[in-house]
């Protein structure tokens, strides 16, 4: 019954932003770290950031260093992405991703993120 429910994904503009949501439900959320993934087009899924579940403690890939921005909200069990200065190269899917342990790893449907003029 874990389900993780993205939005906010769209087409936007270069240099545009775009703000992605996660909410969690049918878990512990407090407990969990959360990250967003994203996969490009023939490319692997990469991790884009992650955040901790205790403590609040963020890491970024290199190439969103500086724009993008993680956060998470224990009251609402969600997790957000903020995006700034988007650029052509951001367009991918981008899965939200909640991990507990080995045994507890879930991830949500993917939303499309396309970035072009």
């Known amino acids: 019954q874990v389900q993780l429910v993205e939005s906010g994904g769209g087409l936007v503009q270069p240099g545009g932003s775009l703000r992605l949501s996660c909410v969690a439900s049918?878990?512990?959320?407090?407990?969990?770290?959360m990250s967003w993934y994203r996969q490009a087009p023939g490319k692997e899924r990469e991790l884009v950031a992650a955040?901790?579940?205790?403590?609040?403690?963020?890491n970024y890939a290199d190439s969103v260093k500086g724009r993008f921005t993680i956060s998470k909200d224990n009251r609402q069990s969600a997790v957000y992405l903020q995006m700034n200065s988007l650029k052509p190269e951001d367009t991918a899917v981008y899965y939200c991703?909640?991990?507990?342990?080995?045994?507890?790893?879930?991830w949500g449907q993917g939303t499309q993120v396309t970035v072009s003029s």
């Open positions: 955040i901790s579940s205790v403590g609040g403690v963020t």
């Open positions: 049918g878990l512990t959320f407090s407990v969990y770290a």
């Open positions: 991703n909640a991990r507990h342990n080995i045994y507890n790893i879930y």
